[in-house]
C-alpha cells in the first residue's frame, strides 16, 4: 500500500479558572463544570516516498500564529514532518477557551495554551509514530436545511459534508474526518459555564459508536456567519445537528471512493480578511446581550 496512517487523541481540558470564549464582552465566563472533555486528535499520513503531513482537530475557540509555531517546532524536533506540513483545526466550540487574541472575549491562559500546546504535539509525534499500512477513501454527501446565513437572510451556506477515511491493510477502520460549516454553539445558552465541545464532540461520539474501532475527527470549515438552525440553538431540537451532520457524514462514508493516486503534500497559502474596529457602542451593545444570553 502507497499510504500509512497514524492517529492519536490527547485531553486538553482546561483547569479550573480558565475561561471560556466566544459569548458577549467582558463577562469572566470561567467554566464550572465539563459536560464532555475538550480534546485534540491527530491524523498523521505519509506517502511510499517518506512525505509526511498532520491535522489536528482541536476543540478551541480560535488560534494564532504563535501557538500554531510552538507545536510545529515541537513536532519538527521528534518527527521528519515539516513545519508547514501540520495543519491545526480548530473546532471554533463557544464553550471553549481561546489560543488567539480576542480583547474581552475569554482572555488566552499561557500556562494553559502552553500545557495544550504540549498536548496537541505529543498526539501528532504518538500518531507519526504509530502509523500502519492503509487505504484511503474520499466521499461527500449534502446536508441541506440545517444552516443559515445569520448576517445575510439569503446569504450563501456551504451544505457540502466531505468526509476522509482510512482502513488498515486487513480491512479495519481506523480513522475518520469529517468536514462541515457552521458555529458550533448549540448547546451555549444551556451550558453558559460548561467546558463543551457541543455539536463537533457529538458528531465524533456518533461516528465511532457507527464504526467500531475508529477514531474521528471534526475539521471545522470556514463557517464565517454560517449558524446551525435557530430553532435548534439552546431548545429541545439541540440534539438535532449532531444528529444531521452524523447521518450525512456515514452517507458519504458510504459511498466513498479510493484514493490511487500516491503521494502526498502540502500547500500553504496566506489569506488577508479585511477587518475594523468595533466602536465602544457595539462592545457594550454585545456585552448586554451576552448578560441577557447568560442568565438561566
Known sequence: ?????????????????????GLGYYLQR??????????????????????????????RMYNDRRFTRSIREQVATYTDIP???????????????????ARGVGNPDEE????????????????????????????KSELAGMTYNRACETGPVDTRVSVFRADARDGRPLAVAVNFHAHPCVHMEVDFQAVSRDVPGEVVDQLEAAIPGVT????????????????????????????????????????SRPIE???????????????RRWTHEEVMLEREEGLYRSVP
Not at 495543519?87 to 463557544?94: A, E, G, T, Y
Open 1 to 21: 500500500m502507497p499510504f500509512t496512517v497514524g492517529v492519536k487523541r490527547r485531553l486538553i481540558t482546561p483547569p479550573w479558572g480558565v475561561e471560556l470564549s
Open 30 to 59: 470561567t467554566w464550572q463544570r465539563i459536560r464532555d472533555d475538550l480534546t485534540a486528535t491527530a491524523l498523521v499520513v505519509s506517502d511510499q516516498n517518506g512525505h509526511s503531513v498532520a491535522v489536528v482537530a482541536a476543540d
Open 83 to 101: 513545519s508547514d506540513s501540520v495543519c491545526l483545526n480548530f473546532s471554533h466550540s463557544h464553550n471553549a477557551p481561546t489560543a488567539g487574541f
Open 112 to 139: 494553559y495554551l502552553r500545557f495544550a500546546a504540549r498536548q496537541i504535539a505529543t498526539a501528532i509525534i504518538m500518531a507519526w509514530q504509530d502509523r500502519q499500512s492503509a487505504r484511503l477513501y474520499v466521499g
Open 216 to 255: 474521528a475527527l471534526y475539521l471545522q470549515g470556514t463557517c464565517g456567519d454560517v449558524n446551525f438552525r435557530r430553532e435548534c440553538l439552546s431548545t429541545d431540537r439541540r440534539f438535532e445537528p449532531a444528529r444531521a451532520v452524523t447521518g450525512a457524514s456515514l452517507k458519504a462514508l458510504a459511498s
Open 261 to 275: 493516486t500516491p503521494g502526498v503534500t502540502a500547500v500553504t497559502r496566506t489569506v488577508s480578511i479585511p477587518t
